[in-house]
């Protein structure tokens, strides 16, 4: 059963920058069908999409975060991750990432989001 | 402020049927985009519960539907337990945005 399991910096100053990783268990990230995701949830606000990373290894973001934002993946240790700059309090949410099947297109609209991780806690301040 | 609009709580006894609502707009829901719903219950992850609008993963019992309909969704659970006590948040793809967007997400009580 795949897991997928999110780590870094629980705190960043203001202005610095959030680097996260999320690690891939009981599959292979380099197997084909699949895109990796995001997605963030600020203290009682709702659930945020931040990006998501393809088999390709291009990228796609949120235009609203995309300045900041870049995601990477690192196949030989089975990982992906994100690292978004200049951050603020408004940045400060729970990081989860997740497996995005693809069924019969990696770039449809229509995928969904399966599993996630559990998230991480990220508060920015000083 | 979501771009997909939930209830914020609903509630319901052990037995009885409830349902969640999702409103979206033309350039979401309203544009043919599939819903998505997911589950997630106290301190877990988001568990996916029902994709492209009405099917269910396995495992999911049948207890859980979903529908759409013009700019809305909904979630049906039928035979409410207390496990289902949990948050549910609605997703879909909006093409003002160019991106993924949720719910503000349900809170479920079962009385």
Redesign the interface.
């Known amino acids: 059963q795949l897991q997928l399991q999110e780590s870094g910096s629980g705190l960043v100053k203001p202005s610095q920058t959030l680097s996260l990783t999320c690690a891939v268990s009981g599959g292979s990230i380099s197997s084909g069908g699949y895109s990796w995701s995001w997605i963030r949830q600020p203290p009682g606000?709702?659930?945020?999409?931040i990006g998501n990373i393809y088999h390709s290894g291009s990228t796609y973001s949120?235009?609203?975060l995309r300045s900041r934002v870049t995601i990477s993946v690192d196949r030989s240790k089975n990982q992906f991750s994100l690292k978004l700059t200049s951050v603020t309090a408004a940045d400060t949410a729970v990081y989860?990432c997740a497996r995005r099947p693809c069924g019969g297109d990696c770039y449809s609209?229509?995928n969904?989001?399966?599993?996630?991780?559990?998230?991480t806690l990220v508060t920015v301040s000083s | 402020q979501s771009v997909l609009t939930q209830p914020p709580s609903v509630s319901g006894a052990p037995g009885q049927r409830v349902t969640i609502s999702c409103t979206g707009s033309s350039s979401n829901i309203g544009a043919g985009y599939d819903v998505h719903w997911y589950q997630q219950l106290p301190g877990t992850a988001p568990k996916l519960l029902i994709y492209g609008n009405s099917d269910r993963p396995s495992g999911v019992p049948d207890r859980f539907s979903g529908s759409k309909s013009g700019t809305s969704a909904s979630l049906a659970i039928t035979g409410l337990q207390a496990e289902d006590e949990a948050d549910y948040y609605c997703q879909s793809y909006d093409s003002s945005l160019s991106g993924w967007v949720f719910g503000g997400g349900t809170k479920l009580t079962v009385l």
């Open positions: 606000k709702g659930l945020e999409w949120n235009p609203s989860s609209p229509n969904w989001f399966d599993p996630w991780g559990q998230g």
